[in-house]
């Protein structure tokens, strides 16, 4: 398959439908730009199709592979794998394995994966001593999904020491069954549990439809199209969300640690900060901190982190993040929930389809056609 083809088959397959611009309507022509940090990219290990990472025990990154299998990269590059549940997923349209999460003791594994039926599904592990313990599976949490697309799937533990889950829409153009606005169902939402708190989780009593008997009480944040990667700020707290739009606007969301959830991003109503086919803006929406339209090469935004690594200093506190079509790594100075800077860091990941950080802070590129890099100093 040449190189475009193959692009083309992958994009179609992911379904990570957006656009990057170096403009964004959203942009304060006030800004005053700060010095851009110098990066580069080195390759450290190659994957089969990498989909997510994170920081696991013994200063090491663990790396999921969107057929099934997680694998262990340290000093000695990527290992064999620690885990294979290939057997149990699905990788037709943008389903696969999609995300994983240690608790902060690195005691439990999880995973979040569709299964063979398509269903969005988070498992956990018991792990002892670096190693995944099979045999203590169980499943925390599962949605079905109406169609292949949209599956979101990151999960990350917050600075609470819950466990959040990002599900898509549910697929098809325009969510159709308009469920980013609907509180009765878990799709198009950001979720907050508690998995060791009950069986199979408990729903945290400070959440904010906990106490809702219309609403289901897992969910923390609305209004998302297909939230593809969200991170916590490994000092302030702060939750950054890149939500993949519809066919004219990508934003990356913002909320503070101090947030008592509820927020609604606007997804069906608005795309961005913009109506969508007529649309109504809610009186809630809380907008992006930041946009980009279709008029450059992106297509698709692929959220980062706030870079707490030590090997970058002129990169300390930006945001990282890329566009699965565009490649290029760029950065956001955010002060107080205001975007003061944007910066294009002058090197390109390939077809970036995640970020995964490590212990220290240190970020690493995964990119769909295989590479794991880190971003280190020019």
């Not at 398509?118 to 498992?123: A, F, L, P």
């Not at 045999?135 to 979101?152: C, D, I, W, Y």
């Not at 389809?353 to 802070?361: C, E, N």
Request: net charge negative.
């Amino acid at each position: 398959m040449n190189t475009r083809t193959r692009m083309s088959a992958i994009v179609a397959t992911l379904g990570l439908v957006g656009s990057l611009a170096l403009a964004t309507a959203s942009a304060d022509e006030s800004r005053t730009p700060g010095s851009t940090a110098q990066v580069a990219l080195t390759e450290v290990a190659r994957a089969q199709n990498p989909t997510a990472g994170a920081a696991g025990p013994q200063d090491t990154v663990w790396i999921a592979e969107r057929a099934g299998t997680v694998r262990v990269l340290d000093d000695d590059g990527l290992g064999e794998p620690v885990l294979d549940i290939s057997d149990e997923t699905t990788t037709d349209g943008e389903r696969g394995l999609l995300g994983l999460a240690f608790d902060e003791r690195f005691a439990h594994l999880y995973v979040s994966y569709t299964d063979l039926e398509g269903t969005s599904t988070v498992d956990e592990f018991a792990v002892q001593d670096g190693t995944v313990r099979e045999n203590t599976r169980r499943t925390v949490l599962t949605q079905e999904q109406p169609e292949s697309n949209h599956n979101g799937g990151a999960i990350a533990f917050g600075p609470d020491g819950h466990l959040y889950i990002a599900l898509g829409d549910g697929g098809g153009g325009g969510d159709p069954q308009g469920n980013g606005q609907k509180l009765d169902t878990l799709l198009g939402k950001l979720l907050r549990i508690d998995p060791q708190g009950g069986d199979p989780y408990a729903i945290p009593e400070d959440n904010p439809f906990a106490d809702d008997p219309d609403a289901r009480g897992e969910i923390w944040a609305y209004g998302l199209r297909n939230p593809w990667r969200f991170s916590f700020d490994a000092a302030s707290g702060d939750l950054l969300i890149g939500d993949v739009g519809q066919s004219d606007w990508e934003e990356i969301d913002w909320a503070p640690a101090s947030s008592p959830g509820g927020e609604n991003y606007g997804w069906s109503q608005m795309e961005g900060t913009h109506p969508f086919r007529g649309g109504t803006e809610p009186a809630n929406h809380v907008p992006p901190i930041h946009e980009y339209d279709r008029t450059g090469l992106g297509c698709s935004v692929t959220g980062g982190y706030v870079y707490r690594g030590r090997a970058v200093p002129g990169l300390a506190g930006q945001y990282v993040y890329s566009d699965y079509c565009d490649g290029t790594l760029r950065s956001l100075e955010i002060e107080d929930g205001r975007v003061t800077a944007e910066h294009d860091l002058g090197v390109n990941g390939g077809e970036v389809v995640s970020f995964a950080q490590d212990g220290d802070g240190e970020l690493y590129v995964l990119a769909i056609g295989g590479t794991v890099s880190r971003v280190d100093p020019a």
